[in-house]
């Protein structure tokens, strides 16, 4: 039975925040696979994995938490596609290893499917009645294209327009197709706290002078701002003095500011954080109640500006996030507190995803 959360006051001024249940109640935890997770649109891939017609590559979506295998394809026309990773006779993962191939074929009893995902033929099966039908072709999923990188949602129920559009059209003067992928600057982070935790702490500069006096200095606080939108929002970052910042087009609603960086969430996990040198693109991935991987995924443009500016040292800035995150996790164990409250100025953010939580864990994927 699904467990109901109170609802948080669209008003920031009366509002408080998230009960702790939410943190500690193992329920919620499973609730939001289906009610959260599955309805959003999700980080799988980049082009690159599957740059020529024949290619196919194995993905995990949200490994160890919704755990879904799929499989990015192209196929000979080309056709950019996202298909369940899983043979419809007995359950099989079809494809192990990124490779070229013509068509996919179960190693298990021989099943084949186009990659396209539809049924092609099957040994033994003459005998078989009203075979095949629909449900013997490989699951599609919708794919959105970002520049290079390539999105997807299980249900498929709100249109990506709806979580992408404002970061688009607000960033789409940047030559996103031209950013490169740097593996070696990539990393996963291990985090011992819950996952919307460490999302609320991104949501918010509020604690940026107390926690990370080295971005403090490249970054203008005063002026450090919140915009919010349906599915999304972003954080602008202003540089002080001489900083690295970017050389925004006339045609930019930002033109003639100095922006150090635009920080855009998308509900409910991912983190798109753009810079003079490029975009740090980071997935947090729940792995339990106080468990949480953080994927840093390193798209570079401009290598001469890697080490400037409010990008520089990000690895430094993780860390500090995350003894604070931590540090909250032991804390919202405690009897003597059960929620907070937000400061109308400097948690917007943190807001607004309260708000979206307990909206998706209220409502069917359907709605």
């Known amino acids: 039975m699904p467990l109901a959360l109170p609802g948080i006051d669209p008003d920031i001024s009366k509002a408080k925040t998230l009960s702790t249940e939410f943190y500690l109640n193992p329920v919620y935890l499973e609730q939001s696979k289906e009610r959260i997770f599955a309805p959003s649109w999700q980080f799988v891939g980049d082009k690159d994995q599957v740059k020529e017609g024949g290619w196919v590559t194995p993905v995990t979506l949200l490994e160890h938490y919704l755990h879904e295998p799929l499989i990015l394809s192209?196929?000979?026309s080309s056709v950019l596609r996202c298909l369940s990773n899983v043979c419809t006779h007995r359950g099989n993962l079809l494809v192990e290893k990124p490779c070229k191939v013509n068509d996919l074929r179960c190693k298990y009893h021989g099943r084949r499917f186009g990659l396209d995902g539809k049924f092609i033929s099957m040994p033994e099966f003459k005998?078989?009645?009203?075979?095949?039908?629909?449900?013997?072709?490989l699951t599609a999923l919708p794919v959105f294209e970002m520049g290079k990188m390539l999105?997807?949602?299980?249900?498929?129920?709100?249109?990506?327009?709806?979580f992408f559009a404002e970061m688009m059209n607000r960033i789409g003067w940047l030559p996103l197709n031209d950013f490169v992928f740097h593996p070696e600057l990539s990393r996963d982070y291990l985090v011992d706290a819950h996952w919307a935790l460490y999302c609320e702490n991104f949501l918010e500069g509020f604690h940026i002078p107390f926690v990370h006096a080295n971005l403090n200095t490249v970054l203008d606080y005063g002026n450090y701002s919140t915009e919010l939108f349906r599915y999304s929002n972003v954080q602008v970052g202003f540089a002080k003095d001489s900083e690295a910042c970017f050389d925004l087009p006339p045609g930019s609603p930002d033109y003639g500011k100095k922006v150090a960086g635009y920080y855009f969430w998308v509900f409910p996990n991912m983190m798109f954080n753009f810079y003079p040198w490029g975009l740090s693109v980071n997935i947090v991935k729940p792995m339990g109640m106080a468990k949480t991987k953080v994927s840093f995924l390193m798209y570079v443009l401009?290598?001469?500006?890697l080490r400037q500016g409010a990008g520089a040292d990000l690895h430094g800035v993780e860390m500090e996030d995350e003894d604070v995150v931590q540090n909250v996790q032991l804390g919202i164990r405690s009897r003597f507190y059960t929620f907070g409250r937000y400061s109308a100025t400097r948690e917007q953010g943190t807001h607004h995803f309260h708000r979206l939580i307990t909206e998706f864990l209220g409502r069917t994927h359907e709605a």
């Open 302 to 305: 401009d290598e001469s500006k």
């Open 74 to 76: 192209r196929d000979k």
């Open 151 to 162: 999105f997807t949602s299980l249900h498929g129920s709100i249109p990506a327009v709806s």
């Open 127 to 137: 005998e078989v009645r009203d075979f095949p039908s629909e449900a013997d072709n």
